[in-house]
């Protein structure tokens, strides 16, 4: 419940708005938002006051508002209201890529959701095999990074089907390139974490020296860029 109803009603209860007073409230897929609904949340943010559902009053708050929009056109949808509420939610605006703008943070943020449902299901992912590497750096991800995450999920319980008759090499990096920049990322990504130190990744990754800075000097990396 967005609003809650008012403590005069016999089934009081704080709803959303009222509980994010002095903080931030997130509002996701706000094209998704009834239409019912959309005239209450322009007169929110425009006076910063709401009514529960019985108030004979309206409650003053202070909030910040985040929104998320998966129209990243932008597009008008043809209510005025609507167009009101994008309007009011503008002030900072913030476009995130998709997946497959950014297909090289895609190893990435595979492994992390790896990492996160091998603790949370209690066992061991397989490896990658050649099949399902294709895929992970080839595909589009419509559904960007909750569809990596739902992939990441079945890949630990075994459940993913990938097939193996696909585009010919001529169309798509020969998987030789496929494993440099998902190998590349690797490393990247290590030096990220360990703040640019080589000890720690060397520790890390079980490399011995010589064959991480080879594989440095291979891919270009710097350490030093990755060090605050």
Known sequence: MLYGRAPSSARSRSGLVERANGGTLVLESIEQIPEHALARLVSLLDNRSFYTLGAERPQA???????TSLDT????????????????????????????????????FFREFLRHYERELEREADELNEAQMRHLLTHDWPGNLRELQMYAQNFVLGLTQIATSGPT????????????????????????QAGGSVAQVQQHLDLPRKTLYDKLARYGIKPAEFRQ
């Open 61 to 67: 708050v202070d909030i910040r508002v985040i929104a």
């Open 73 to 108: 056109d932008g597009e008008d949808t043809g209510s005025s209201i609507a167009s009101a509420l994008r309007s009011r939610l503008s002030g900072v605006t913030i476009t995130l890529p998709t997946l497959v703008e950014r297909q090289q943070d895609v190893p990435v």
């Open 169 to 192: 090499v001529e169309e798509h990096p020969s998987l030789r390139d496929l494993l440099a920049g998902y190998e590349k990322s690797v490393l990247e990504d290590a030096l990220r």
